[in-house]
């Protein structure tokens, strides 16, 4: 019964920092891959940044230099600090965990304005 619940996102000016949370229950070890995505209206769903068990991080083009990814896992959370936020930043962002199927949390909006 693996349940991923964003939390963070919100209205903020270009420029500015947010960090969103994902609190997961339902998982089994220490450690655990995880991964945040965004999509915006009339955009294609793409993968911004993961976290693997090892600690190895990996993020997408846009958010390369800007984003990071972190976790704590004693609480099961994992973080997304974003920095100098532009209006393309814009979208539901979503927290996701692979265990024979995807699992997804039901999104946090993020909007950037001008």
């Known amino acids: 019964q693996i349940q991923l619940m964003e939390s963070g996102g919100g209205l903020v000016q270009a420029g500015g920092s947010l960090t969103l949370s994902c609190v997961a229950s339902?998982?089994?070890?220490?450690?655990?891959?995880m991964n945040w995505y965004r999509q915006a209206p009339g955009k294609r769903r793409e993968l911004v940044a993961q976290?693997?068990?090892?600690?190895?991080?990996n993020y997408g083009a846009s958010a390369r230099g800007r984003f990071t990814i972190f976790r704590n896992s004693t609480e099961n959370t994992v973080y997304l600090q974003m920095n100098n936020l532009e209006p393309e930043d814009t979208a539901t962002y979503y927290c996701?965990?692979?265990?024979?199927?995807?699992?997804w949390g039901k999104g946090t909006l993020v909007t950037v304005s001008i």
């Open positions: 339902g998982l089994i070890g220490g450690a655990n891959n």
């Open positions: 996701n965990h692979w265990a024979g199927m995807d699992f």
């Open positions: 976290i693997f068990v090892g600690g190895l991080t």
